[in-house]
Every structure is written in C-alpha cells, then in structure tokens.
C-alpha cells in the first residue's frame, strides 16, 4: 500500500526556516514525481513545488521561488523541502503528493488534480 508521511513541521518566527520531510513506502520511488502542496484556512489548495523523477527538474512556484528548495534522495525514498525566509504568509497544512509519471517524462508540474497520492499533511505555523 502506497504512503506518503510528511514531518518537520511546527512553529517558526517570520525569518526562519524549516525542513520537511515526505517520506514514501510502498511503491518504486524513482517511477513518481512528487509534489508539495499547502492549504491556508480558508482558501484553496496551492501547489508548492515539485521535483521530477530523476531529480534534475525542479518547478517552485512564484510565491516561494528563491526561498524554498525541494530536493529528493531516491534512495531513502525521501523528498525534502528547505523553507528559507518563512513569512506568516506561509502559514499552511502542507502536503506531499506523489504522481506516477514514465521514464520519459523528465518534468514536473503543480496541479493539484494531476496527483493520485497524498500524504496527511503537517502544519507550519509563522508567528512571531
């Protein structure tokens, strides 16, 4: 059974960073691009960033473009995302998701829709 399992969340001043982790089990994690996501009370789901499945593409979106870096350990079957310059802005349950893309597909991409598999989330809360 597939599984996604986010950590590293919690609370962070405006200004500081933070590590999540999305661990997977249960599938070949080299044939998935992964995703992160996050949902801000109230509003919608929003993609993140998301990394392809070799690791060489990367796609973060413009609101987190220089500040957060997805990267993945194919071996430990581990996706992380470095949060840098956090902001109460980012104030989200943030989700990993995983996307079963073929060999020839060296993209990533972050519509929520085109995911199949989600983890449970973790909270990041920016508050000084």
């Known amino acids: 059974q597939l599984q996604l399992v986010e950590s590293g969340g919690g609370l962070v001043q405006p200004g500081g960073s933070l590590r999540l982790s999305c661990a997977a089990s249960?599938?070949?994690?080299?044939?998935?691009?992964i995703g992160w996501f996050r949902q801000a009370p109230g509003k919608e789901r929003e993609g993140v960033s998301c990394i392809s499945r070799s690791g060489a593409a990367t796609y973060p979106s413009d609101s987190v473009k220089g500040r957060f870096t997805i990267s993945r350990d194919n071996a430990k079957n581990t996706v992380y995302l470095q949060m840098d310059s956090l902001n109460p802005e980012d104030t989200a349950v943030y989700y990993c998701?995983?996307?079963?893309?073929?060999?020839?597909?060296?993209?990533?991409?972050?519509?929520?829709?085109?995911?199949?598999?989600w983890g449970q989330g973790t909270q990041i809360t920016v508050s000084s």
């Open positions: 998701a995983a996307d079963f893309r073929p060999l020839t597909y060296n993209w990533c991409g972050v519509v929520p829709k085109d995911y199949d598999y």
């Open positions: 249960g599938l070949t994690f080299e044939d998935y691009v």
